[in-house]
Nanobody, 126 residues
Framework: QVQLVESGGGLVQSGDSLRLSCVASGGTFSSSAMGWFRQAPGKERAFVAAISSTGRTTDYADSVKGRFTMSRDNAKNTVYLHMNSLKPEDTAIYYC???????????????????WGQGTQVTVSS
């Protein structure tokens, strides 16, 4: 069983930056594909970013390309989401997700992930 714990959310102003973290335990992190998704009120959960097991491959939603960067530190069992130039439309609960035993590829469909964190709230005021 894999446990994921997100942190780093908060209330910021438009144009500010935040860094989200997700710490994994209970599984083989270094062989897991990882993803970030978000869910705004009244909307479905949406893909934000994904990273391969080695960190060499990343994928981003068009809405965040050039502003968000996903990275991972396999020695710390942690993935990060660096968010720059935040906009009010980035307001959502952000979830970390894991897909164990998935090497060298990224996944952008929430149905491809087996484990989810509890989420962290990001609110961007205009």
């Amino acid at each position: 069983q894999v446990q994921l714990v997100e942190s780093g959310g908060g209330l910021v102003q438009s144009g500010d930056s935040l860094r989200l973290s997700c710490v994994a335990s209970g599984g083989t992190f270094s062989s897991s594909a990882m993803g970030w998704f978000r869910q705004a009120p009244g909307k479905e959960r949406a893909f934000v970013a994904a990273i391969s097991s080695t960190g060499r491959t990343t994928d981003y939603a068009d809405s965040v390309k050039g502003r968000f960067t996903m990275s991972r530190d396999n020695a710390k069992n942690t993935v990060y989401l660096h968010m720059n130039s935040l906009k009010p439309e980035d307001t959502a609960i952000y979830y970390c997700a894991a897909r164990p035993r998935t090497l060298y590829t990224t996944k952008n469909n929430p149905d491809d992930y087996d484990y989810w964190g509890q989420g962290t709230q990001v609110t961007v005021s205009s």
